[in-house]
């Protein structure tokens, strides 16, 4: 069985070469692969600065560590005497003192483990206490991240309108896909961010996966109570997961949540629902059409003719009919199209 070389030979350099981490180190050159001399040392070589650079990373990593508990331990106790303060209890928590941070510090620094315990024991006491769950250390709450949300949806809506603006001066001016975001999209999202605000706004939100989890299932759990209840359809069940969903991949994509939840499609699933609303009769339709106005009977035939939806009518603008023809770009991707007559689809 052939030799398993812990390096690598690199025949135009004649060197031995290791890489780690990302990093590439050269130590030492030879005669060739079969230098076993040479590869000796170049191996004693690599074991000494692979002790070096793990030490050195095992250092970096303590110290991130020794800051993150320093500020954990910091804002659990400032938490935990406001707490009390507001409470007026007798029983004042420990103060933080310099000399008792330090001392916190000094046993995280030498056993991390129970380092962590303090925090959690400062945690524990609180909740005992019968105060509300807190936030992480630097966490917001879900009503704040709601809040941050639907900000940037907001966002989306105005940079819809401002290119739009700016098509209809005449600029040539492209929106990226999926970048903006229409009035009636937003106007949904802003509802529903608003009632999923109302039941879990005050609500802590640490960045796990398990929290992400829990908020997705207990917004599922409240909409099929009232879908059950007979206080609206599946369709609007559906809007409502779609909107939970979208939060919850925003939290990620934005550093508030570590990873998306395990089982999201069994979480996010929606119902199949096909309305059983009917075409009208064309006895119907002749006599709407018959007392109809002239701007009615022309939305009837464009609707009729030319497939338009109401949004669709709403938004057909003079200059986009280009020789007699409707020429519109399609709301979706912004593709223009070159449809039938004007003047045909409203008289045929």
């Known amino acids: 069985m052939p030799l398993k070389l812990k390096l690598t030979w690199i025949g135009s350099l004649k060197q031995w070469r290791k890489r780690y981490k990302g990093e590439t180190y050269y130590l030492g050159t030879g005669k060739d692969k079969a230098d076993l001399e040479s590869y000796r040392r170049a191996v004693a070589k690599w074991e000494a ?4 650079l793990d030490a050195a990373e095992q250092k970096v990593l303590a110290e991130q560590r ?8 910091t804002q659990w106790g400032m938490f935990l005497a406001s707490q009390d303060k507001t409470a007026g209890r007798a029983t004042e928590p420990e103060p933080l003192t310099p000399e008792r941070i330090e001392e916190i510090d000094q046993r995280w620094a030498e056993h991390p483990d129970r380092g962590i315990g303090e925090a959690g024991r400062l945690a524990m006491r609180m909740v005992k206490a019968g105060n509300s769950r807190p936030s992480a250390p630097g966490g917001k709450t879900v009503g704040e991240l709601l809040d941050l949300f639907l900000a940037e949806q907001q966002k989306r809506n105005e940079r819809r309108h401002f290119i739009r603006t700016q098509k209809d001066n005449g600029q040539n001016v492209s929106e990226k896909s999926r970048d903006g975001l229409s009035d009636g999209r937003f106007i949904s999202i802003r509802i529903y961010a608003g009632q999923m605000k109302s039941l879990f706004g005050n609500e802590p939100f640490d960045g796990t996966e398990q929290a992400s989890s829990s908020l997705l299932k ?11 209840a007979g206080r609206f359809k599946p369709n609007t069940f559906n809007e ?9 991949g925003w939290l990620h994509q934005n550093y508030h949540l570590q990873g998306l939840p395990r089982g ?6 929606k119902y199949e629902y096909k309305p059983n609303a009917k075409a009208l009769e064309l006895p119907t339709i002749r006599k709407i059409w018959i007392a109809a106005n002239v701007r009615m009977k022309a939305w009837i035939a464009l609707a009729l003719n030319v497939g338009f ?8 603008k003079d200059k986009e009919i280009v ?12 593709v223009p199209t070159r449809l039938v007559s004007f003047r045909q689809a409203c008289l045929t």
């Open 264 to 269: 999201i499609k069994d979480l996010c699933g």
């Open 218 to 228: 207990r917004w599922r759990d409240d909409s099929e109570k009232l879908m059950i």
């Open 240 to 248: 409502r997961i779609k909107v939970g969903r979208q939060f919850v």
């Open 323 to 334: 020789g007699g023809y409707i020429v519109k770009e399609r709301g979706k991707t912004g």
């Open 309 to 316: 939806y109401a949004a669709d009518i709403a938004d057909l």
């Open 66 to 73: 020794l800051d993150e508990h320093r500020r954990s331990y």
């Open 49 to 52: 600065k692979k002790t070096e």
